[in-house]
């Protein structure tokens, strides 16, 4: 496979035709794209790797692999240990999400909230925000029961169609809503649509009004619950979510409806007060 080479352009001239400028485009995306991929690879594993094994496990061609990783070390995101060939993501990984992570989990409030909610109920646990149409985990704690709803950090599910959206979108004002069924509506395929947005409305108020979320209809076998996660003012909205087996999770709905909120109380109001002071 042939090495990605961008195209120098000097700043009077112009490429010769679209086409080479869009090639080098979509060679400078895929590399940014691999660069992600392999600073979430290192997240999931949680050690160092070779860089064999980093190739294999997501399918790159090994000289792609080891001019990316020279790329990140030369710029000291990634240490090389060159006497057991491994590579490690430095400091400066942590850093560059410092300022945010502290705005999202509130100063480790909201780790403690879904390691405790986590280890009450023995489910997955899950934090969602809102990313264009779709509700996006931002952060997940698994289940460690053989029979779970297991969740990847940065998954997508549709904003219209999880607990987890359909509470993010209670959060929102009546005329937003109607306006993300129309973006939503143009934007998914035809079986995906939501036919009766009178329905759908009142379906969220309902959600409003109970303060909970509820869906079995996503994933076969599987349910979530979702209810609204306080942030501080001006923030984006996030809501907390915990999702499993359906045997499991809807016997006991308004039980953990009930823990969700009592945890939130315990854990997060008073560490957004103490902010807002």
């Known amino acids: 496979m042939p090495t990605n080479r961008s195209i120098a352009v000097e700043p009077n001239m112009v490429p010769e035709?679209?086409?080479e400028l869009?090639?080098?485009?979509?060679?400078?995306?895929?590399s940014a794209q691999r660069v992600l991929e392999i600073l979430e690879l290192f997240d999931r594993v949680q050690r160092p790797m070779s860089l064999t094994e980093l190739a294999r496990r997501l399918s790159y061609p090994v000289p792609s692999a080891l001019a990316l990783l020279k790329c990140l070390q030369s710029m000291e995101y990634v240490f090389y240990d060159p006497v057991g060939k491994l590579y490690t993501p430095t400091m400066r990984v942590c850093m560059l999400g410092d300022w945010l992570h502290g705005q999202i989990f509130q100063d480790g409030a909201v780790i403690a909230l879904m390691s405790d909610l986590q280890q009450k109920t023995g489910e997955t646990v899950m934090l969602a925000m809102q990313n264009d149409i779709f509700s996006q985990y931002v952060h997940t704690m698994q289940s460690r029961r053989a029979l779970r709803y297991f969740l990847r950090p940065g998954s997508l599910r549709p904003i219209h169609r999880s607990a987890t959206g359909k509470m993010l979108l209670a959060q929102m004002t009546e005329?937003?809503?109607?306006?993300m069924l129309k973006r939503i509506n143009s934007r998914v395929p035809t079986h995906e649509r939501i036919e009766d947005p009178?329905?759908?409305?009142k379906e969220i108020d309902q959600i409003?009004?109970?303060?909970?979320?509820y869906n079995d209809q996503f994933t076969d076998g599987a349910a979530a619950i979702a209810v609204v996660l306080p942030v501080p003012e001006g923030m984006a909205s996030a809501v907390l979510g915990l999702g499993g087996?359906?045997?499991?999770i809807q016997i006991r709905i308004s039980d953990l409806v009930k823990l969700m909120h009592n945890l939130i109380e315990?854990?997060?109001?008073?560490?957004?007060?103490?902010?807002?002071?």
Do not use: C, W
């Not at 090639?23 to 895929?30: A, D």
């Not at 005329?175 to 306006?179: D, E, H, T």
């Not at 087996?245 to 499991?248: A, C, N």
């Not at 315990?266 to 002071?277: A, F």
């Open 245 to 248: 087996p359906s045997q499991r």
């Open 266 to 277: 315990t854990h997060i109001e008073p560490n957004i007060l103490n902010d807002l002071k």
């Open 208 to 213: 409003r009004t109970a303060g909970y979320a």
């Open 198 to 201: 009178d329905a759908f409305m």
């Open 17 to 19: 035709d679209d086409s």
């Open 22 to 30: 869009s090639v080098t485009r979509s060679s400078t995306v895929k």
């Open 175 to 179: 005329l937003s809503v109607l306006k």
